[in-house]
Nanobody, 123 residues
Framework: VQLQASGGGLVQVGESLRLSCAASGRTLRTHTVAWFRQAPGKVREFVAAITWSGGGTYYADSAKGRFTISRDEADDTVNLQMYGLKLGDTAVYYC?????????????????WGQGTQVTVSS
């Protein structure tokens, strides 16, 4: 599975951004999909994940109440809608997928990774 993350950009504090993860080679419908992020000098951290059916989601504390992960069944994509962006959200955001139906919050839980998309929040 090859993943393609898109939608990053430069926004100001408080603004919104929507990231999208698409796959080629296989459908995302049979994969748990997650978003991670990595800021300069920091380890890659879990942001949010969604199960096969889309009925199960899980968020890092930093994302709760501000970010929403969802599936677009028609496009076979997984999106991360981010609201109220903060300076601390600045990072490269990666989507990851794994055929395991259970959500994992560790990078070890995902077999496939996209190339990342830069999100920069400025004041």
């Amino acid at each position: 599975v090859q993943l393609q993350a898109s939608g990053g950009g430069l926004v100001q504090v408080g603004e919104s951004l929507r990231l999208s993860c698409a796959a080629s080679g296989r459908t995302l419908r049979t994969h748990t999909v997650a978003w991670f992020r990595q800021a300069p000098g920091k380890v890659r951290e879990f942001v949010a994940a969604i199960t096969w059916s889309g009925g199960g989601t899980y968020y890092a504390d930093s994302a709760k109440g501000r970010f929403t992960i969802s599936r677009d069944e028609a496009d076979d994509t997984v999106n991360l809608q981010m609201y109220g962006l903060k300076l601390g959200d600045t990072a490269v955001y990666y989507c990851a997928a794994d055929p395991n139906p259970h959500i994992a919050t560790s990078i070890m839980g995902y077999e496939y990774w996209g190339q990342g998309t830069q999100v920069t929040v400025s004041s």
